[in-house]
Nanobody, 127 residues
Framework: QVQLVESGGGLVQPGGSLRLSCDAS????????IAWFRQAPEKEREGVSA????????YYTNSVKDRFTMVRDTAKSTVYLQMDSLKPEDTAVYYC????????????????????WGQGTQVTVSS
């Protein structure tokens, strides 16, 4: 049963924008954080951004800082990733994931700490 549903991917030109959505309304577990990961062909899955649900603290990998913004809408159980100034190297399948625990510091962008995963949405940045 799919508990996280991503949407908003697509094809965009370099410099363009996309907004990804992660709908967690079907998630029955009490989750503490939601993150976005991405995986390009023949590359490892990479943590992009994360947000803690209770206080809204957000985290970003260096390559997307000042270009991507993650926000949460607790009423809708939805998390958004606004991606601006997109580059060809941002091309990947983007996955959202939820963690039911917190682990102190420096864990938010590490895939192994996440318990639930969506099926992914393709983002292609190309002219």
């Amino acid at each position: 049963q799919v508990q996280l549903v991503e949407s908003g991917g697509g094809l965009v030109q370099p410099g363009g924008s996309l907004r990804l959505s992660c709908d967690a309304s079907r998630l029955t577990a009490d989750y503490r954080a939601i993150a976005w990961f991405r995986q390009a062909p023949e590359k490892e899955r990479e943590g992009v951004s994360a947000i803690t649900i209770r206080d809204g603290h957000d985290y970003y990998t260096n390559s997307v800082k000042d270009r991507f913004t993650m926000v949460r809408d607790t009423a809708k159980s939805t998390v958004y990733l606004q991606m601006d100034s997109l580059k060809p190297e941002d091309t990947a399948v983007y996955y959202c994931a939820a963690s039911t625990r917190t682990y102190g510091t420096a864990w938010h962008l590490v895939p192994k700490w996440y318990d639930y995963w969506g099926q992914g949405t393709q983002v292609t940045v190309s002219s």
